[in-house]
């Protein structure tokens, strides 16, 4: 089972991501920002990260891509607001309030 990627080995994988989008073809990431938090309660160290893709693909595509790089439980939910996601997982104030 692959290791808890530490955050410059994250980075690379994220820039060398490669997903099957809804046309069956391959993209990359077009951005993304997050952090590596401790939970809250449980002091579980986890990644938090906003990703766009440079074109539509399916959630479990994406986890797919995931989930043999990255040993820990994986979630991926939709959102559609960048740069709202973007202020949550680096705990940044929301772009409204800038």
Do not use: W
């Not at 410059?8 to 991501?17: G, K, P, Q, R, S």
């Not at 939709?78 to 929301?94: A, G």
């Amino acid at each position: 089972m692959p290791k808890f990627l530490n955050r410059f080995l994250l980075t690379e994988y994220l820039n060398n991501l490669e997903v099957e989008n809804v046309s069956n073809n391959l993209t990359g990431l077009k951005d993304f920002s997050g952090q590596l938090e401790l939970g809250t309660e449980s002091k579980i160290p986890h990644y938090q990260l906003a990703i766009e893709m440079k074109s539509i693909c399916t959630k479990k595509k994406v986890l797919e891509a995931f989930e043999g790089k990255i040993n820990a439980h994986i979630s991926v939910d939709i959102q559609f607001n960048l740069e709202s996601m973007k202020d949550y997982c680096t705990k940044r104030f929301p772009t409204i309030l800038r």
